[in-house]
């Protein structure tokens, strides 16, 4: 079901920028590239981890370590919003100990993505940092989790969302203002 627009908050130009200052933003705090991994959240999180691994490679001309996590098991949700969840596959094909691991995630709304995806993500060894990279921050947190980096502040009120649009899954680049369905506020 299409959702009202509201307003598109960022284009395609606006994208690229936010992508390439976020993978500025990493490799400056991490004095480089020599022990990050990137780990993006599927779906969407696994596009922009893709789009920012890319870039990083570009700025420096090394590769880093790139994984995609699927979380449908760890979140707290699962059995009531998923009769039957589809589970995709998570790729972590790197040692993740003593790593600096930048978790990748398209939307940080209330942080039960992210904690389920910590959860997973410790499952596989033990990093010795990790750092949280949103494409766009909404609000409304109900965990104690904060982003290191952030593409986006964008507060919502109660009836709005936001709607992250990649040409990876759908023909287009842009993050989208949009009424939230009723009954879900």
């Known amino acids: 079901m299409e959702r009202k627009v509201k307003a598109k908050i960022i284009d395609e130009t606006g994208l690229k920028r936010t992508i390439t ?5 990493i490799v400056e705090r991490n004095h480089g590239t020599e022990i990050i991994a990137a780990v993006g959240i599927r779906t969407r999180g696994a596009f922009v981890a893709e789009r920012i691994v890319k870039e990083i490679e570009r700025i420096e001309s090394k590769k880093i370590p790139l994984g995609i996590l699927d979380i449908t098991m ?4 699962f059995r009531q919003r998923l ?6 596959q998570t790729d972590i094909p790197f040692n993740i100990d003593e790593k600096n691991i930048v978790l990748i ?3 940080l709304y209330t942080g039960r993505t992210i904690r389920a995806a910590l959860d997973a993500l410790m499952s596989f060894g033990r990093p010795a940092q990790i750092q ?4 766009v921050d909404r609000g409304h947190r109900e965990l104690p989790i904060k982003p290191d ?16 649009k990649l040409k990876e899954v759908d ?8 009424e939230a369905p ?4």
């Open 21 to 25: 200052r976020l993978s500025h933003e």
């Open 74 to 77: 760890y979140r707290d949700d």
């Open 83 to 88: 009769k039957q969840p589809v589970l995709q």
């Open 105 to 107: 995630d398209d939307v």
């Open 132 to 135: 949280l990279a949103v494409l």
């Open 149 to 164: 980096y952030v593409g986006k502040n964008i507060p919502t009120s109660i009836g709005e969302e936001i709607q992250v």
């Open 171 to 178: 023909d287009e680049d842009c993050v989208l203002l949009v």
């Open 182 to 185: 009723l009954g879900e506020w």
